[in-house]
């Protein structure tokens, strides 16, 4: 029998496959974060202080894209398709399974965070990191916490046709109050309160310490708190709703 | 030689307050092409859904190869092959990938190239599945069954959307697997799918099992009327169904003699297996009139 390890790497494997053959998702896995990246570089060229705002907003907006809006959308077409239905008849482990189709969104985080910090370096003037290991943690964190709330989310989307709605009506207001485009700290009260209660402000926190500020992780601890219940919630929400069918009618 | 393949005893299933599945017994022996026959919403896909491990039983005993598939014991999925009445895929696989991936999911799989074969997707291996036609897509449905070269195969309406020619080409592939010795218990709503296929078929409707045995024997067994029809002297035609045929075809020749005149149009029919299927599966209401015929002369 081959191994639980073995099975998932040959599923993860085929993941990555489809995903590059599908090139709308492609595109907008990205091209799109860079296409933010340098139309609002453009706007605010030569601002460094604007630049130094965006590069680590970009660079949490890619994780939030990949892992929460692709996951959702990716496993309510699944589910409505039929393909995971299939797979729990064979011998592939559902956690093998699963773990390949999370692995397979965390390979499209890394990759877009790399483009974002190297475009940073050269083209915004961010420099290198200035804290690799802080990189690393957030990124991490912020995959996973993300990841599980949109596999939790995916049970609330009724069918496929409505999967882009329902994720950008999440998506696209989590980004404004996150601090993606601007320094949240100059946003109205009440949307940097809702902003500071949400995950991503946090990830870009401890993205914005890693690549920028320097801040260190010691300082964004309280950022990594956060992260770390709203990750948990996600997790026991993805486990405890999670169904392998599409509900009926 | 040894324990059958499938055992379902007093088989229950409820969906809030309907019952698809009302108290259903059979088993299936081992190398046995079993079907279950029956119109839409009959139960069939519940039942096959239960003995795969996809759906809970609300009452019953069921095993599988020896297990509880409620259970959903590892060791099972890798010995049993499973069409779903409505499978998908992924959008942008050929069906070469398909065929191989899935081959990678089992310890002992056939030979890719020649399940394609056996599906006959020889001229479709490199085609992406999104672009199958209907017939195709449920070829490569088999296929993926096939290739971990389970012992025991559940086909749910396998060719149901086929042209004749792709349903007599699915035929040719399931007696194949009766032929390697394997157990297969298919679903279908087309008799004359049972009647080719099945060593033994069961009869379901409404979450019932109204008839169960050979496709020979259900057609003469369990309908035991014959009918009878003949043109009388004033050129009507008559028809009566009845136990035993020999009174009655003799008391009609006897006449005849006595008068120097012949019967004409005389048929004695016994009933085929679809009779069978439609008085069995037909609306009590429909039983009812169709009941026997005009007194004669
Ligand atoms: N998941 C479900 N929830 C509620 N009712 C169901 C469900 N699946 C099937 N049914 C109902 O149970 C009955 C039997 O369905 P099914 O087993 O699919 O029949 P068949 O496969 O013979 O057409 C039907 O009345 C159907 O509407
Ligand atoms: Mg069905």
Known sequence: MPSTAVLAWHQYRLERRMFWRNPSAAFFNFVLPLLFLFLIGAIVSGDQDQLDVIVPGIAGMSVLSTTFSALAMNLTFLREQGVLKRMRGTPLPSGAYLSALAANAVTNAAIQVVIVVVAGRVFFGTGWPEDYLELVVFVAAGVACLAALGVAYSHLIPNFDSAPAFVNVVFLPVIFVSGVFFDAENAPAFLRDIGRALPLTHVIDGLSGALVTGASLADNAGSLGVIALWGIGGAVLAVRGFSWEARRG | ?297
Not at chain 2, 77 to 89: E, K
Not at chain 2, 158 to 176: H, K, L, N
Not at chain 2, 192 to 205: G, H, N, S
């Open chain 2, 1 to 297: 030689m040894s324990s059958p393949a499938i055992e379902v005893c007093d088989l229950h299933k409820s969906y809030g307050t309907h019952d698809a599945v009302r108290g259903i017994d059979f088993s299936v022996a081992r190398g046995e092409v079993f079907g279950l026959l029956g119109p839409n919403g009959a139960g069939k896909t519940t039942t096959v859904e239960i003995l795969e491990g996809y759906r809970e039983r609300t009452r019953g005993e069921v095993s599988v190869l020896g297990f509880d598939p409620g259970e959903r014991p590892a060791e099972l999925r890798v010995r049993v092959g499973i069409v779903l009445q409505a499978g998908g895929m992924y959008r942008f696989i050929t069906v070469r990938e398909a065929v191989a991936h899935w081959a990678r999911l089992y310890p002992h799989p056939r030979d890719v190239e020649e399940v394609i074969a056996v599906a006959g997707l020889q001229d479709k291996a490199e085609t992406r599945v999104r672009t199958l036609s209907g017939g195709q897509a449920r070829r490569l449905d088999l296929a993926l069954a096939l290739v971990g070269d389970p012992e025991l195969i559940f086909l749910d309406e396998p060719t149901t959307g086929f042209d004749p020619a792709a349903r007599r080409a699915a035929w040719e592939t399931i007696r194949s697997l009766r032929d390697l010795g394997k157990t297969v218990l298919l679903t279908t709503h087309y008799l004359d799918e049972a009647q080719e296929l099945c060593d033994r078929v069961a009869i379901i409707k409404a979450g019932r099992i109204l008839a169960i045995g050979r496709p020979q024997e259900l057609g003469v067994g369990a309908a035991t009327r014959v009918r009878v029809s003949w043109r009388d002297e004033e050129g009507r035609l008559q028809e009566r169904e009845v136990e035993d045929p020999t009174a009655l075809v003799h008391e009609l020749t006897s006449a005849a003699v006595a008068r120097g005149a012949s019967v004409t149009e005389l048929t004695v029919v016994r009933p085929s297996l679809e009779d069978v299927y439609l008085e069995l599966t037909a609306d009590a209401a429909a039983s009812v009139t169709a009941d026997p015929v005009p007194a004669r002369a």
